[in-house]
């Protein structure tokens, strides 16, 4: 299995651009999860899915922030317009929903706005 | 959320035991406790969870309170791989079953 799949793995774009990040979980897995990790405020869930549908988006910054699942095999994170406080590690995880089961994560995405 | 209390940093010497404490006086019955450790420059990965009794793993042991206010991540002997922040996770399932990061401790292991 190769595990949850992010790209690209790094990204710099200057401020103002659309930025859009991709995750492909798990087969078979049903929850995936948007996270985002910097030194000032540590990892912190932005969203998450059961089922492809949006169940909680309170860690979501703000408006310029979307996040989509359209199927079972992937979702991005899109950010626009970017801005130079949007760097980050962003990190995908996913898992089988319930309580016994461990969340898997990518290796992550490392931002950098100009 | 429910939350956890760590040391910021810890340190052990390579093939010694290691306890990571953890204290979540606030947890509530439905609260499982999982630990999850992040190396350098990856993604954290997960090493264990428990709800009232004691568990067992590969990886690690961890030894719940039986008041469950607190618990405790056992290395039975650490290597230098094992260098890590550690992180001490309530996860309620009732409430959607998210995952709440909090600073975590940060172990570092000398050869």
């Known amino acids: 299995d190769a595990g949850v799949i992010q790209s690209p793995r790094h990204e710099v774009t200057e401020m103002g651009q659309e930025v859009t990040l991709r995750c492909k979980p798990i087969s078979g897995h049903n929850s995936l999860f948007w996270y985002r990790q910097t030194m000032m405020r540590g990892l912190e869930l932005l969203i998450y899915f059961n089922n492809n549908v949006p169940i909680d988006d309170s860690g979501m910054p703000e408006d310029r922030f979307s996040a989509k699942m359209p199927n079972a095999s992937f979702s991005t994170l899109k950010i626009q317009p970017s801005e130079p406080r949007d760097s980050a590690v962003y990190f995908c995880?996913?898992?089988?929903?319930?309580?016994?089961?461990?969340?898997?994560f990518g290796p992550g995405t490392r931002l950098t706005v100009l | 959320d429910a939350k956890t209390t760590q040391p910021n940093s810890m340190e052990s010497n390579e093939e010694e035991p290691v306890h990571l404490p953890c204290n979540h006086s606030t947890i509530s019955g439905t609260d499982y406790i999982h630990w999850y450790r992040q190396l350098p420059s990856q993604g954290p990965e997960y090493v264990i969870h428990?709800?009232?009794s004691n568990v067992n793993n590969r990886m690690a042991s961890l030894a719940i309170a039986e008041d469950r206010k607190s618990s405790t991540l056992i290395l039975h002997r650490a290597t230098l791989r094992d260098a890590a922040v550690y992180y001490c996770?309530?996860?309620?399932?009732?409430?959607?079953?998210?995952?709440?990061f909090g600073q975590g401790t940060e172990l570092s292991v000398k050869p």
């Open positions: 995880a996913s898992e089988v929903s319930g309580p016994y089961n461990e969340q898997f």
């Open positions: 996770i309530l996860r309620d399932y009732n409430q959607g079953g998210k995952l709440i």
């Open positions: 428990g709800l009232t």
